[in-house]
């Protein structure tokens, strides 16, 4: 089962949250997540606790990468301005966010189903953050303005018409990946730097290259994450 990084009741802490810190949320879409594990563990202690099918959570961080066009997402909205030459407005430059590339959590997420196959019950029952490295924690701005380098006349500013004290936003969150680490031997890939690369390539290649090819790009760039995936596991 999948839920979201923001299932946990935020504290505006300065480390990441661990998978046994209190879950909830004071905004709408933070509470609903909470509530979908409240509903998974209810399934559960009710069906699945004698029960010889391995269930297993996972949380992942905010997720960034090629192809995705979600209405009100930083990097589509981001591209959108920037393609008809607009500027972006950004409400809280300034708010924390654990980015990463897409394939990290689908890694995760692959990771889990593998050993629930192979009847690895030690993941049973249990939830896992999937985020990135310490130097991936970025504010919004400083994802912008690297975004902006990267794109040729693009522009953004702040938005100040809207109060953003009125409005109930996480301004620092941070996951602690560590349970992933020690129990399924994940760990993320790509640092700053390439998430942001591959992320704007794709944009920049589908936005200029007459004959792109977003299935082979994409297919291109899960190669090339297998296999540095694979040079890091071998140390």
Not at 46 to 74: E, H, P
Not at 140 to 158: D, H, Y
Not at 185 to 208: C, M, N, R
Request: hydrophobic residues 35%; neutral net charge.
């Amino acid at each position: 089962m999948i839920t979201s990084d923001k299932v946990y009741e935020n504290q505006e802490w300065d480390w990441g949250y661990r998978e046994t810190d209190q879950l909830g949320g004071k905004d709408p879409y933070s509470a609903s997540k909470a509530s979908a594990e409240l509903i998974i563990n209810s399934f559960i202690k009710c069906y699945f606790t004698n029960s010889d099918t391995i269930v297993a959570i996972g949380r992942a961080g905010n997720v960034i990468g090629g192809g995705d066009w979600a209405m009100d997402r930083i990097v589509p909205d981001c591209i959108r301005a920037w393609t008809n030459s607009q500027p972006v407005l950004i409400r809280n430059p300034k708010s924390t966010r654990p980015w990463q590339h897409v394939l990290e959590p689908l890694s995760g997420y692959l990771r889990l189903a593998e050993m629930a196959l192979t009847g690895q019950r030690i993941i049973n029952h249990q939830a896992y953050n999937f985020g990135p490295s310490s130097e991936v924690n970025q504010t919004v701005g400083k994802l912008i303005k690297a975004m902006s380098a990267r794109w040729p006349n693009s522009n953004w500013k702040e938005n100040t018409k809207v109060n953003s004290s009125t409005l109930t936003e996480a301004k620092l969150l941070m996951l602690s990946c560590e349970k992933a680490r020690n129990e399924l031997s994940w760990q993320p890939v790509w640092g700053f730097e390439k998430t942001l690369t591959k992320t704007i390539d794709w944009y920049h290649d589908q936005a200029t290259c007459s004959n792109f090819d977003a299935y082979a790009t994409g297919m291109e760039q899960i190669k090339q994450y297998c296999i540095e995936k694979t040079q890091i596991a071998q140390g």
